[in-house]
């Protein structure tokens, strides 16, 4: 059933109580988007806190990103929303928020690639990590375009996350899927490393997509997700004592001349 504007105002702010309280915001940080028609966006407003919107605090803007209703400011990230809308015409919401473990990973340069959890390949595929830009301009989604075709989740580096889908939900659970991917991940960083899956596996997972009528965009993209085989013995880690270490160095120095 086609929903209502009214309906969906009040989806937007029942997803913005849930970004705030699962604390993937702080004060007015990010901003939650539902594409009415061709031509209008529904949009949460700058200045507020997502956690406590009215629906009718809510602003509309057309594909340009100028008001066409509503009191409020519209977000300066409003253009990275129309930018996903423009090259995904399948996308009808886009959540974008700062979810601390996974902004942790976007701030350490870390993409969230790797195929550790059958869930996690078969929704995402992987989170890519699009470089930096400043906020409120257009640099912001310029290293962008070339993943938003690709991918329903990009991590945005030193700054946070978006997610989109055919409905706001599909939006929001996306994300949920992405950070709890990233908590699980540094568990298992802390834990001595995670255990990357091999290649078969997750050609396994990525085929079974059809079977759970999942419609992700990253499938097989080379590198995504990273299976065992990709990591190659480069990528190793050997644990050395101190004592071995300096032995080490000391050798390397001598076998030189230099010690
Ligand atoms: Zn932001």
Known sequence: MVKTEREHREDIVQIGRLVFQKGWVAANDGNIT??????QVLASPTGVCKG???PDDLIIVDMQGNKIAGRAE???EIGM????YELRPDVKSVVHAHPPVATGFATAGRPLNLGLLPEVIIGLGCVPLAGYGLPGTPELTEPMIPLIPKYDALLMANHGAVCYGEDVYKAYFRMETMEHFARITLVAELLGGPKVLPRVEVDKLLDSRTRYGVKA???????CPVAAEDLG????RYYVTRAELIGLVDEALRARGLA
């Open 74 to 76: 519209r977000t300066t």
């Open 34 to 39: 539902i594409r009415l028609d061709a031509e």
């Open 52 to 54: 406590m919107m009215h």
């Open 81 to 84: 929303h129309l930018k996903i």
């Open 233 to 236: 013995s480069g990528e190793e």
């Open 217 to 223: 965009k990253s499938a097989g993209e080379p590198g």
